[in-house]
C-alpha cells in the first residue's frame, strides 16, 4: 500500500508543477539554456524542486520538439536533471526516515484538498503540490511499517547475494523495478526504506541504486516515441548518458564505496548510517556521469544525429505539429507557429507559380519587372490542385492541433492562438483570391490591347514585389537586423497603390485606351490584388513579428517619415516596362 501511496503522491506533485506551466516555466527555460552551464543548472534546481527528473525529461523533449531548444540544450539539462534527482536521495535518507513526517502528512492533505477545489488555477497547482506531498509522506511512513511488520515474519537479507553475481542481478532488478513504476524516485524510497531496516545489505542497495538509475531512461524513451527526431535523439542521450554512468558505477564500485566512506566520514556522518552512505553514492557516481560526459557533449549531439537520422519528411504534410507539444502552451504556440511558416512557404509558391515565376526569381539578381514583363509563355498553374496538395492538408492539421490544446483560453497563449489560426485563415483567403484573379490575368497576356496587358502586368508586379519585401523583410528579423522596410510602411503603401491603380484605370477608360468592361474587370481584379497583399500583411506580421524584441525593434523602425512611403510606391507605381 505503501508504494502505491507514493506513487499517486508523485503523480498529484507532478500534476501541480503542471499548473505553473502556463509561460513562466517555458519562458525561464528559454532564457536559461543559451549555455551549457545554464542549461545543466537549470535541470539539477528544476528537477531539485519539481523532485521529478521524469517530468522535467518531457517538458524537455517537447521543448526540443517544438524548436524551442537546440539538441545541446536539452542534454544539459537531462545531466542536470540526473544531479537533481539525487536530491530526492538525500531528502528520504536525512529527514524521512529520521523525522516522523507522518505528522506533517495530514495538515497538508487537508489544506491541499481545499486548494485544490478553488477554480484559480494557481490555487489549484498548489493544492495538487501540497496533496502530492502529503501522500508522498504518507507512502514512506507505511512502507518503513510495512518492511518493520515484514521484518518479524521473514528477513530478505537472508536472500542477500554477495560479489559480482549480486551486483548484477540486484542491478537488473532495479533497472526491472523502475521501468515498471516508472519513478527512480519510489525505487530509491523502497531500497532506503528497506536498507534502514536491514532488509537488504548495503552492497545490494547500492546495485538496486544504480539500477533504477539506468531504469528510469524508460519513461523517457517511452515519451520520446510521440516526438519528432529530436526528442526521440534527446532520449538517446538521457539512455546513453545514464547507461554509461550506470557501467561506470559497476566497474568502479569498490573504488566509489572507498570514496563515499572518506566523503562520509569528513562530512560527519556515522559509519553505520548506510541509508545515508547510499545518497552520497548516488549522488558521487551521477557526478563523475557528468564530470566524464559533459565535455564530450558536442561529440554526443553529433553521434545521435548520425544514428537517429531524419526520415526524408513528407513537404506536403505537417512537420511540427507532434502529440508530446500538447501538454505545454508555449509548445503548442511555437509548435503553430512554425507549422504555419511552413503553410505560408506553400502558399507563397501557389501564388508565385500562378504569375510564371518561382520562388528563387525573389532572392537573384534579376529584375522581378523584367521577368513579369518578358514572361509571355501562357501559364496553365492548376490553383485548385496546388491547394489540394499543398494547403489542405495542413491548414486542416492546424485548425485540430489548435482546438485540441488542453489548456484555459484564459491564458495569453490562447490568444497567440487565435492570431495564428486568423493568419492562416488570411492565407488561405489570398490564395482564393489569387485564383478569382488568375482567369482575367491569363487572358490579359493574349490580349491585343497593350493597355490592358500593361494593367495586369502591375498587378502581377505589385504581388511579386510585396512578396519579395516580406521575404528581405522575415530574412533581416532572423538575421537580428534592424529591418530596413517596416511592414506598417508596406501597409500604407498598399493603400496608396489602391488608390494609384483606380486613379490610373480611370484613366485609361476616359482616355478610351481601354473599354469600359475592360476597365470593370481590371477594377475587380485590382480589388483582388489589394485583398490579397493585405492578407499576405496580416499573415506576416502574426509569423515573423512574434516575441517582445523584435516588436520593440520594429516600432523603433516605425518612425520612418513619409519618404521611405513615396518610394515604394513609385517603385510600384512606375510603368511595367521601365528599365531599371
Known amino acids: 500500500m505503501g508504494i502505491s501511496i507514493f506513487l499517486f503522491g508523485m503523480l498529484s506533485l507532478e500534476q501541480g508543477f503542471k499548473a505553473f506551466t502556463g509561460g513562466m516555466l517555458e519562458r525561464i527555460l528559454q532564457k536559461t539554456t543559451d549555455t551549457t552551464w545554464k542549461s545543466l543548472s537549470f535541470g539539477i534546481v528544476s528537477t531539485t524542486l519539481m523532485q521529478s527528473s521524469t517530468l522535467v525529461s518531457i517538458i ?18 537531462i545531466f542536470g536533471a540526473n544531479l537533481g534527482s539525487t536530491t530526492g536521495a538525500w531528502l528520504i535518507a536525512g529527514l524521512g526516515l529520521k523525522v516522523k513526517i507522518s505528522a506533517y502528512a495530514m495538515p497538508m492533505l487537508v489544506f491541499g484538498v481545499l486548494c485544490s477545489f478553488q477554480n484559480n488555477k494557481q490555487l489549484k497547482g498548489i493544492g495538487y503540490i501540497l496533496t502530492g506531498l502529503g501522500f508522498l509522506f504518507l507512502g514512506i511512513h507505511y512502507m518503513k511499517e510495512s518492511f518493520e511488520t515484514f521484518e518479524n515474519t521473514i528477513k530478505l537479507a537472508d536472500y542477500a547475494i554477495p560479489g559480482l553475481k549480486g551486483l548484477l542481478i540486484y542491478t537488473l532488478v532495479g533497472i526491472i523495478a523502475t521501468m515498471i513504476m516508472q519513478s527512480s ?63 561506470i558505477a559497476l566497474i568502479f564500485i569498490r573504488e566509489f564505496i572507498i570514496a563515499v566512506d572518506m566523503i562520509n ?17 548516488h549522488s558521487l557516481f551521477n557526478l563523475v556521469g557528468v564530470v566524464i560526459m559533459l565535455p564530450f557533449m558536442n561529440h554526443l549531439a553529433a553521434l545521435l544525429e548520425k544514428i537517429v537520422v531524419e526520415k526524408r519528411p513528407n513537404l506536403f504534410r505537417p512537420k511540427y505539429l507532434n502529440s508530446s507539444a500538447t501538454g505545454f502552451p508555449e509548445t503548442v504556440v511555437e509548435s503553430v507557429r512554425l507549422e504555419s511558416i511552413h503553410l505560408y512557404e506553400h502558399g507563397i509558391h501557389i501564388i508565385l507559380h500562378t504569375f510564371g515565376l518561382r520562388k528563387r526569381n525573389l532572392s537573384d539578381q534579376s529584375d522581378l519587372k523584367q521577368l513579369i514583363e518578358h514572361n509571355n509563355e501562357p501559364v496553365e498553374y492548376d490553383i485548385d490542385a496546388g491547394y489540394e496538395k499543398r494547403i489542405k492538408g495542413i491548414y486542416s492539421a492546424i485548425i485540430a492541433f489548435i482546438s485540441q490544446a488542453n489548456f484555459t483560453w484564459e491564458m495569453k497563449q490562447s490568444s497567440k492562438l487565435t492570431w495564428l489560426r486568423d493568419a492562416n485563415r488570411m492565407l488561405v483567403e489570398a490564395i482564393k483570391d489569387t485564383k478569382h484573379l488568375q482567369k482575367n490575368w491569363g487572358r490579359s497576356r493574349t490580349s491585343k490591347n497593350q493597355a490592358t496587358r500593361d494593367e495586369y502586368k502591375k498587378i502581377a508586379y505589385q504581388i511579386v514585389l510585396l512578396i519579395q519585401q516580406i521575404e528581405k523583410f522575415r530574412q533581416e528579423i532572423a538575421e537580428n537586423e534592424l529591418p530596413l522596410l517596416s511592414l506598417d510602411v508596406l501597409k500604407a503603401s498598399i493603400e496608396d497603390e489602391d488608390m494609384q491603380m483606380n486613379r490610373s484605370i480611370d484613366t485609361l477608360i476616359r482616355e478610351r485606351k481601354i473599354t469600359p468592361e475592360t476597365g470593370s474587370s481590371l477594377i475587380n481584379d485590382s480589388t483582388y490584388m489589394y485583398n490579397i497583399k493585405k492578407n499576405l500583411i496580416k499573415t506576416a506580421e502574426t509569423l515573423f513579428v512574434h516575441d517582445n524584441a523584435n516588436t520593440m525593434r520594429i516600432e523603433q523602425q516605425l518612425a520612418l517619415n513619409e519618404a521611405e512611403i513615396k518610394e515604394v510606391v513609385q517603385a510600384v507605381d512606375a510603368p511595367i516596362t521601365d528599365n531599371p
Not at 60 to 76: K, M, N, P
Request: aromatic share 6%; hydrophobic share 55%; no cysteine.
Open 60 to 77: 524537455t523533449i517537447s521543448f526540443l520538439s517544438a524548436g524551442l531548444l537546440d539538441l545541446i540544450a536539452g542534454i544539459g539539462i
Open 185 to 247: 524516485h519510489a525505487t530509491l524510497v523502497l531500497i532506503i526504506t528497506a536498507l534502514s531496516v536491514h532488509q537488504i545489505t548495503y552492497d545490494n542497495a547500492l546495485a538496486l541504486a544504480i539500477g533504477s538509475n539506468i531504469g528510469t531512461t524508460f519513461t523517457a524513451v517511452i515519451g520520446s516515441l510521440r516526438a519528432n527526431v529530436q526528442g526521440k535523439r534527446l532520449a538517446g542521450a538521457h539512455l546513453l548518458f545514464n547507461l554509461l554512468t550506470g557501467i
Open 265 to 281: 566520514a569528513a562530512l560527519g556522518i556515522a559509519a553505520a548510517d548506510n541509508t545515508l552512505k547510499l545518497a552520497t553514492f
